[in-house]
């Protein structure tokens, strides 16, 4: 039992740290502007229905290296300043997404009241980010 | 928690830089814990002990509240 204890820490410690070399900044900034420029560009061009979801997925991507990539120097006071920020992050990024539907309801009842549609399509994404948080929390207390 | 890093520092003709380099962390993570605004792990509070050669009690002291 203690074996498999050690194993699932070191395991959970190893995928824990892991970060893409300093390098991989400049491809995520590169990917993040190329594609904000071809989504502004694609506004005066018709174009197939599929360019619009493939270009806001490689953004997200773009933004998942950049925030994966390490700092020049990736020291323990990079790795405290990271977990905070993404400790704010998930916070604040699930307080928006639970009030931001409720927002765009209560605009569009304003404007177009017999259309206004309350759309949770972020439910899936935060069930998803919150389950996998607690049970690697609890995993990684559990072996520590 | 305070400390006199700054001091220390001095004493040993170290820039931030210099300390930087020697503990393999950056100028801003020396920056911080000199202003406070930073607690270094064990590790890092060794390194500078080492450095210093002086004890880590006389670099860091706790204060009221901590």
């Known amino acids: 039992m203690k074996d498999i204890c050690e194993s699932e820490r070191s395991k959970l410690q190893r995928w824990g740290k892991f970060q893409l070399p300093n390098t991989y900044k400049k491809i995520g900034w590169s990917i993040v502007i190329g594609t904000f420029l071809l989504m502004i560009a694609k506004k005066f061009v018709d174009e197939p229905t599929w360019v619009k979801p493939v270009l806001r997925n490689a953004m997200i991507l773009g933004f998942l290296i950049v925030s994966i990539s390490k700092e020049k120097i990736e020291d323990e006071l990079m790795a405290s300043l990271r977990a905070t920020s993404y400790r704010l992050a998930l916070i604040i990024g699930v307080l928006y997404a639970l009030v931001q539907p409720y927002v765009t309801y209560a605009i569009e009842s304003l404007l177009d009241p017999g259309n206004a549609e309350l759309d949770n399509g972020y439910f899936q994404v935060l069930l998803y980010i919150l389950l996998v948080q607690i049970l690697f929390f609890n995993a990684l207390k559990r072996s520590s | ?66």
């Open chain 2, 1 to 66: 928690m305070k400390n006199n890093l700054k001091v220390q520092r001095a004493i040993k003709d170290l820039t931030q830089e210099d300390l930087a380099k020697l503990l393999g962390v950056s100028r801003q993570t020396i920056n911080s814990i000199e202003k406070n605004r930073y607690v270094p792990s064990t590790v890092l509070a060794l390194k500078l002990s080492k450095v210093f050669e002086i004890s880590v009690n006389a670099i860091f002291e706790l204060e009221n509240g901590d």
